[in-house]
């Protein structure tokens, strides 16, 4: 027998069969503790799992709540209350539809939803009304106090199939106060059992106990089916608030937590035993085939053995001739832990080396060039940028120069009116002239002030105590005449008493101007135009709005309708600079610009501008 033979027949009865043996042991061994460790696991996610359940509901409910608490609903006039209704749709992306309740429980009016596909709501049927209308017995909260709420029962959603449950929400104190019911769906819910159980091979559910059903799982082929007898009889004992048990044929580990805070929803978790313990039970037989592959390969490895020493060495000078013509990607196979694996790293690592320092060098080269070309951008962004500045400077000296020259004539046109009045009675046939002559006189200096005032542009904004209804008004007497000249119904709804806040007042004025500039851009094709200007106080911070009902800003142009030179004006006046140049002027006096817009239906411009301080007067400089 030869020595390699001997070798193989050595090893098989020293390794082997006692590897063999002791695989078998602690195969069974780790068969008992993958058992345990699976039930450990489920007890584990039950309780995870359940008390996230129990905090998505209970958030859900609670924002709900909180927000109609807030509303006062009992001042509201029917448009408020729709309103004020579609808010509370709006506290959670699981809300499907908000219905309307009186006091005695019956719907008042249409419910408010959106149609599946039109945003991340659930859609919902209208035919569905009547059934969500007595899906929560209001008369329960009815010695309840406004914002109290109450769970209903849990049923199927039209559209999606999927598990909803409602919820009523009293919207006022007293037992005639109305209420509003809404329909919440657990779609958020289900994606949340999926995460939970991740890759594991079984499933989790959330059951409601009293009905003995599933009201959402990981798996969606159990969603609202029956619950086993078995597991329903088990659920309905009572006992612990976790449990694991065995159950059914074939034989399932089930784990159960009951849901905190929502009476009756348990998460029960289980997985297949035969498919849990699989890995265990394969090994076992991989074990047995090992055996016998072991043998077949010690039989073979004394005359491969040889072999492989050559073949190891013709790979390595191989790789260093790869290495001598240039080609360093080429790499040396690792096998074994020896001295010619050792030879074969050595080699390896000088060829990474190099060629990451090759690869260092072409990106230092595309660095420099990139960097070359960003500054070229810059550069020339700078210059239009100037050019334009200096555009809108020639703009406004030219301005304030037509101002004064205006302001010397007109004040002789008001003057010499006035003393052609004060030589004249009331009842005089001229004296109606003269004083529509006096007030178009008034009315043109007004105008020719402001626009002076309007012209005078620092290098550095003047923040002082402002009345933000002032700068309204200032504003529509350069532009209402245009306003309405076009055909635009302009409505005003200035706070009382106005608000005060800490800006730059030319600043804050064209800022009013370019959006309203843009509003008549935005309308001159639209069929209904109306414009609202609006002031207000909320939150410690003044704000004035500018809505139109234009063609909207499009998604794909909403994060660029800030940058200088951007417009989407329909015939381009080579402008684009008037929401840039507010942007700057509303944050150098630290406030900020929110937009609202739709496709179609108009646009809403909020400017935030901080509250001025008590005591300062409008001239003071404020720093």
């Not at 149609?115 to 991340?120: F, I, K, P, Y």
């Not at 055996?291 to 020493?309: D, I, K, N, P």
């Amino acid at each position: 027998m030869k020595l390699y033979q001997q070798l193989v027949l050595f090893m098989f009865a020293a390794t082997v069969l006692p590897l063999a043996a002791m695989g078998f042991l602690l195969l069974s061994r780790a068969e008992s503790e993958l058992a345990g460790r699976i039930v450990s696991e489920q007890r584990i996610i039950a309780v995870t799992t359940a008390e996230s359940v129990s905090a998505e509901l209970v958030k859900t409910v609670d924002v709900i709540a909180r927000s109609a608490e807030a509303i006062p609903w009992e001042h509201a006039t029917p448009e408020e209350f729709r309103g004020a209704l579609s808010l509370l749709y709006e506290q959670s992306p699981a809300v499907s539809a908000v219905l309307h309740l009186d006091s005695e429980g019956l719907p008042q009016g249409p419910p408010i939803f959106r149609a599946a596909g039109e945003s991340e709501h659930p859609g919902f049927e209208p035919s569905g009304a009547p059934a969500l209308a007595q899906a929560v017995p209001v008369q329960t909260l009815r010695r309840g106090n406004k914002g109290q709420a109450a769970l209903g029962r849990v049923y199927a959603h039209a559209p999606s199939g999927r598990a909803a449950v409602a919820v009523a929400v009293k919207l006022g104190n007293g037992e005639a106060a109305p209420y509003a019911i809404l329909e919440i769906v657990l779609s958020d819910l289900e994606e949340m059992l999926v995460r939970h159980a991740g890759d594991s091979p079984g499933y989790i559910d959330l059951v409601d106990a009293s009905s003995a059903r599933v009201l959402a799982s990981s798996l969606p082929e159990r969603r609202l089916r029956p619950l086993d007898s078995a597991l329903a009889a088990w659920l309905s004992s009572g006992g612990e608030q976790v449990r694991g048990f065995r159950m059914g044929d074939p034989v399932q580990r089930v784990s159960t937590a009951r849901v905190p805070r929502v009476p009756g929803f348990d998460v029960v978790v289980a997985v297949d035993e035969a498919v849990a313990l699989a890995p265990v039970r394969a090994m076992r037989r991989t074990v047995l085939l090992s055996l016998f592959a072991a043998f077949v390969v010690l039989l073979a490895l004394g005359g491969l053995y040889t072999r492989r020493v050559n073949r190891r060495l013709s790979e390595v000078v191989a790789g260093v001739d790869a290495f001598g013509r240039g080609e360093l990607d080429r790499r040396v196979r690792l096998e074994g832990d020896d001295e010619l694996t050792d030879l074969a790293y050595a080699f390896n690592r000088m060829g990474g080396e190099l060629e990451a320092a090759r690869a260092k060098l072409m990106r230092w080269n595309d660095d420099l060039k990139a960097r070359v070309d960003e500054a070229t951008a810059e550069l020339r962004d700078a210059q239009s940028q100037l050019l334009e500045a200096q555009k809108l400077a020639a703009v406004g000296q030219l301005g304030a120069g037509v101002a004064h020259e205006i302001n010397n004539p007109l004040a002789g046109i008001l003057g010499n009116t006035q003393l052609l009045m004060l030589e004249r009675d009331e009842k005089d046939p001229d004296f109606d002239a003269l004083r529509k002559i006096e007030l178009s006189a008034k009315r043109c200096r007004e105008i020719t002030q402001n626009l002076l005032r309007f012209s005078q542009q620092r290098a550095r904004p003047e923040l002082r105590s402002v009345d933000l209804n002032t700068i309204i008004r200032d504003a529509l007497s350069l532009s209402e005449n245009q306003i309405r000249g076009e055909g635009i119904s302009l409505l005003t709804e200035l706070v009382s008493p106005p608000v005060r806040v800490k800006a730059d007042p030319g600043h804050l004025s064209q800022v009013v101007l370019a959006m309203l500039s843009n509003a008549r851009t935005a309308m001159m094709k639209s069929e209904t135009k109306r414009l609202v200007l609006r002031t207000g106080e909320r939150g410690g911070r003044g704000f004035l709005e500018v809505e139109d009902t234009g063609k909207g800003i499009a998604p794909e142009h909403r994060s660029r309708i800030f940058e200088p030179f951007f417009t989407t004006k329909d015939v381009w006046t080579n402008v684009g600079l008037g929401l840039s140049v507010a942007w700057r002027a509303v944050s150098e006096a630290g406030g900020t610009i929110d937009v609202r817009t739709e496709v179609g239906q108009g646009t809403c411009f909020t400017v935030w501008l901080p509250v001025a301080a008590e005591g300062v007067s409008p001239g003071t400089r404020l720093r």
